[in-house]
């Protein structure tokens, strides 16, 4: 399965990476917005939060439309992307994914990076498709 999730220059995701945790702080009270980007054992259902050891796992959405509704905040996805975070494209083993409501968790181990977008470009194409 390919998942998309969204990662700083250093290959970390927006909550360890330094750069994106400083562009997040500006834009939510907690660094986050606790509606839409819940931490992942409040939103992995329990049988699926044994199948990735919380040491080794990555996060992610199932598709674009998801990651996007998950970072809604035009403002930071801007600032996030001229500090050089773009969309990581993984294609992961289903046997090696836990799936969520919001997101999906992978061991980071059996996820290959195939690919990169950039923000704004998903942005755009999401703007035009709901015209």
């Known amino acids: ?66 990651l996007m509704t998950w970072w809604n905040n035009s403002a930071a996805n801007t600032e996030l992307e001229h500090a050089g975070t773009k969309i990581a494209i993984y294609s992961v083993p289903d046997e090696h994914l836990a799936i969520g409501k919001k997101q999906v968790a992978f061991n980071k181990k059996h996820g290959k990076k195939v690919g990169t977008m950039k923000i704004s470009d998903v942005e755009r194409v999401m703007y035009y498709s709901c015209l």
């Not at 700083?8 to 990476?17: E, N, R, S």
């Open 1 to 66: 399965m390919l998942v998309y999730r969204f990662e700083g220059q250093t290959g970390d995701g927006p909550y360890v990476d330094y750069v994106c945790r400083q562009v997040l702080s500006k834009h939510s009270e907690y660094g986050y917005d606790r509606k839409h980007q819940p931490g992942p054992y409040r939103d992995l259902p329990a049988d699926e939060r044994g199948k990735i050891d919380i040491n080794l796992a990555r996060f992610a959405c199932i598709s674009v439309e998801q």
